[in-house]
Every structure is written in structure tokens, then in C-alpha cells.
């Protein structure tokens, strides 16, 4: 088998999709720490499950604790990473094809198997670089709403975050 490279401009291309899905993984990761946070924080338990970290982030926020003058804030950011978990899965365990359409644009196809009943699917995703990009920069403003009212809330009822 040759081993043949990619022109280089391909190789551009799937730097730019690698380098964009590093960014929206390290957007929900540090979403997904500062759940556990709070849990640590607050209630001195680490949950691992995401359900379990948001369930127990809400209670906290909803019951009559430190984390309830900041509820009307903090419950919908703390829901909406649900938003972000789909496409968090295609990054994180979908494998990448550099493709074109029927049209000859430029194309990422992620592939990930599924468990459908009884039975694994092979689903696919298509995305152009633009596709991606704007995933990113959506993430991006979910995860920096989320940090500042942590950063916020942290700093109001004297929490240290680093340590």
C-alpha cells in the first residue's frame, strides 16, 4: 500500500476541524467541571453521571441554600448543557472523513455507532468547516455565561475555585 500524503491544503482543512473540535470539547469540559464543582463546593459529593451533576446543580440552586439568590441565572445554564451534549458525543467519539458533496464542497463527515434496540447503527454527520465554526462559537458563549456566573458566585459567597 503507498503511502501516499494529502495535498497540503487537505491537510489545512482537517487541522482546522481538528483544531475546532479540540475548542468545543474544551468549552463543555469546562461546563461539565463546574457542575462537579458546585457539588463539591456545596455538598462536599462528587457525581459523576452528567444527569446526577445537573440534578443535584439544580436542587441546590432551587433549595434554600447559598446557591438560591443566583437560581434564576444559574437553573437555565445548568439545563441548557443538554443543548450541547449530541454534538459533544460526535466530537468526542466520531470518526472523521474529509469528503465533498454532490455539489464538490468541501464536507466532514463524522461517523459513531448507536444502539438501536436491539441492534448497533452506523449514523453519520455532515458538516462544512463553517458548519463546525459556528458550533464553536455557540458553545463558546454557553461556556463563558456559564464560567462568569461561576466566577461570580464563587467570588460573592467567598468560594475558592482553584483548590
Not at 463546574?34 to 457539588?39: I, V
Not at 465554526?133 to 475558592?160: K, M, P, S, T, W
Request: charged residues 25%.
Amino acid at each position: 500500500m503507498p503511502n501516499e500524503q494529502p495535498e497540503g491544503w487537505v491537510i489545512e482543512h482537517v487541522d482546522r476541524a481538528a483544531y475546532l473540535r479540540g475548542r468545543y470539547l474544551t468549552s463543555y469540559a469546562q461546563c461539565e467541571f463546574l457542575l462537579a464543582d458546585l457539588s463539591v463546593k456545596f455538598d462536599s459529593r462528587f457525581r459523576y453521571p452528567l444527569d446526577k451533576r445537573v440534578n443535584a446543580a439544580k436542587i441546590m440552586a432551587e433549595s434554600n441554600g447559598p446557591l438560591n439568590a443566583y437560581s434564576s441565572e444559574i437553573v437555565p445554564l445548568i439545563e441548557g448543557i443538554y443543548a450541547w451534549t449530541e454534538r459533544r458525543h460526535w466530537f468526542a467519539h466520531g470518526f472523521l472523513i474529509f469528503t465533498k458533496d454532490a455539489q464538490n464542497r468541501h464536507l466532514f463527515e463524522f461517523r459513531r455507532y448507536e444502539q438501536r434496540g436491539d441492534g448497533l447503527t452506523l449514523c453519520t454527520w455532515l458538516a462544512t468547516v463553517n458548519d463546525l465554526q459556528d458550533a464553536v462559537d455557540a458553545i463558546n458563549r454557553y461556556c463563558q455565561a456559564f464560567v462568569e456566573l461561576h466566577r461570580r458566585i464563587y467570588l460573592e459567597l467567598g468560594v475558592e475555585s482553584g483548590k
